[in-house]
């Protein structure tokens, strides 16, 4: 009898302990990876999905238990019961969250969604003003997802809150793309309209640049403002349908040369949408970069499919939130997608533009969000590109939109044409340093065993390398994201110099990987980001590791002349 008691004692741990490892998709083995994907992906190979994901193909990242634990699912769970028309079911999740945390402004906002769905608008405007009170931006609602809240715009509660506060733009401004002598502006409005961006040089008048907010791109424009001067800060004001909206906005442009100055850059992923942790981008406001560097996992969508309300509600409540848009309004930003953006996680998405017929609608929907100077070419698109900061030279990489099935033998992450891509304007490259940047490690130490990072595509990773020894191409580091941590990496190359990497991805998330212990520095204490100073003055690159509460947590120096 004993002995059967504590047969059943460990069988129930091994059941609670195996579904938490499962649900939080870290520690499996190798054989509890393998090929997951739809019916229509087997169509080519049944023994190999032309896309598909390393994990199960399903809404588990949506499951009780993920919501449980993991913030930035809770009102995406609530936003997906909406969608798939269980409104109880909504309801039942936002009051549930509502018991545990009196104050959740995304469970509000997800009553009011839902309320106006139900067609109930007492209600709905009962929970918008509460969220509103506390703090909630009325921008939130003017954004949407707008499908769902079309007869809660009609009432006249929300016209006079409309016409009361008038707010032109939602989003925005955001600028990026910017040279010596030029800047591109993003912003989405509350309506289709005309916008004119006034560049100013103090109080003289640079420019006037103008461009039209659409329906069909989401009430997004981009501006691009040039002729402008070199190493020049400029302020600029935005006008839209004629009406001057009140306040300052501030862009400068890049030196020529920084041999004289530093540049500084942050780069990270893993930002999951988490309340506590959205302080985040206050922190790294504070920095005055050059340039901050998304690297993936930029929202954690999760649901491969065509991009609908869910999508848009996973990018509007960061986009939305008064610290985010601070840090935009500062900071020159560049974007690349990893899995939880592109689809869902592990995911390689195969070697077509247009299909599974929602890839393509995936990277569109992606590509509005940023002001990237642009992405791929016209005929193979994708987040791959270059842009300089002075002496600097950035290649910017996407890792999942042709990446092939890693269990074949013939396998690529980056594309044929990609990869030819990035050979030529890395060989062409006139910058002294030169940052490969991936959205997933390249070091196989960061993930052993792992098919998902560079790790499962040796062959490639070692032809790169090998072109770099091949043309004798000085002045190269490696930057990634992916692993909830921040850590350095040296990978030692036979007769050629090594190729340090930077690797960080714990901006917001919640979410811990453990640390490897054959990292030169690693941190996964608190969230954190890498901090990168380029220092011509004194020949060397600095990488630090910097927590959310702006504590520097490790640091590596590089001579420049080790690059060689």
């Known amino acids: 009898m004993r002995h059967s008691i504590i047969i059943w004692i460990v069988l129930i741990i091994v059941l609670v302990f195996g579904c938490k490892q499962e649900e939080e998709y870290e520690f499996k083995s190798e054989s509890e990876y393998g090929q997951f994907a739809p019916p229509d992906a087997w169509e080519e190979d049944p023994n190999f999905a032309y896309y598909g994901s390393e994990n199960e193909w399903t809404r588990r990242m949506f ?13 995406q769970r609530q936003m997906l019961s909406i969608i798939d028309g269980n409104y109880e079911e909504a309801i039942s999740l936002c009051k549930k969250t509502l018991l545990e945390t009196p104050h959740d402004l995304e469970s509000y906002f997800n009553l009011t969604a839902v309320f106006t769905q139900l067609n109930r608008l007492d209600s709905a405007i009962k929970y918008m003003n509460f969220a509103l009170k506390n703090s909630l931006p009325f921008t939130r609602f003017l954004a949407g997802p707008r499908e769902l809240f079309e007869p809660l715009y009609s009432t006249k509660e929300f016209q006079k809150l409309k016409s009361e506060k008038n707010f032109k ?30 560049v100013l040089d103090d109080t003289k008048e640079v420019g006037r640049f103008s461009g039209i907010s659409e329906k069909k791109n989401d009430y997004v424009a981009v501006i691009t403002a040039y002729n402008l001067q070199p190493d020049t800060e400029y302020k600029f004001k935005i006008s839209v349908d004629g009406t001057e909206i009140p306040g300052m906005h501030q862009l400068r442009t890049y030196a020529q040369s920084y041999e004289d100055n530093n540049i500084f850059i942050a780069f990270g992923g893993g930002a999951g949408y988490t309340d506590e942790h959205e302080k985040m981008w206050s922190t790294l406001a504070k920095y005055n970069l050059d340039a901050f560097l998304f690297l993936g996992d930029n929202v954690y969508v999760d649901l491969p499919e065509m991009p609908n309300a869910f999508h ?59 002001v990237n100077p642009f992405n791929g070419t016209e005929d193979y698109p994708g987040c791959y590109f270059n842009f300089n900061i002075g002496e600097v030279e950035f290649f ?15 396998r690529t992450m980056l594309g044929q044409v990609q990869k030819e891509w990035l050979k030529e304007k890395v ?17 196989f130490r960061a993930k052993p065993g792992s098919k998902d990072t560079w790790g499962g595509f040796e062959t490639e990773r070692e032809e790169i390398f090998n072109f770099l020894t091949e043309n004798n191409i000085e002045g190269v580091i490696l930057l990634s994201a992916d692993r909830h941590r921040t850590d350095a990496w040296k990978i030692e190359r036979e007769n050629d110099y090594p190729l340090y990497e930077f690797q960080s991805s714990r901006l917001t998330n ?15 204490e608190k969230c954190s980001f890498g901090l990168l100073e380029f220092d011509f003055i004194n020949e060397r690159i600095v990488f630090d590791i910097i927590s959310i509460d702006n504590e520097k947590q490790g640091t590596v120096e590089i001579d420049i002349n080790e690059l060689k």
Request: neutral net charge; charged residues 25%; aromatic residues 14%.
């Open 169 to 198: 733009i939602v989003h925005g401004p955001m600028t990026g793309a910017v040279t010596f002598s030029s800047a591109k502006i993003w912003l989405r409005t509350s309506d289709e309209s005309d916008i004119e961006i006034l």
């Open 427 to 443: 060989l062409n490259s006139k910058a002294r340093i030169k940052v490969l940047v991936s959205s997933v490690p390249w070091d």
């Open 396 to 410: 910017m990489m996407d890792t999942r939109f042709y990446r092939t099935n890693p269990y074949k033998n013939d």
């Open 312 to 370: 848009n509600y996973t990018y509007y409540r960061r986009q939305s939130r008064p610290e985010y848009r601070t840090f935009l309004e500062t900071t020159n930003v560049y974007a690349i997608w990893d899995d939880h953006d592109a689809a869902i996680d592990d995911i390689w998405m195969g070697p077509y533009i247009d299909k599974p017929n929602w890839k393509l609608p995936m990277f569109r929907h992606f590509e509005r969000q940023w």
């Open 510 to 524: 919640i979410h811990t990987h453990e640390i490897m212990p054959e990292a030169l520095i690693a941190y996964n």
């Open 63 to 75: 499951s009780d238990n993920a919501v449980a634990k993991f913030y930035k699912r809770k009102g």
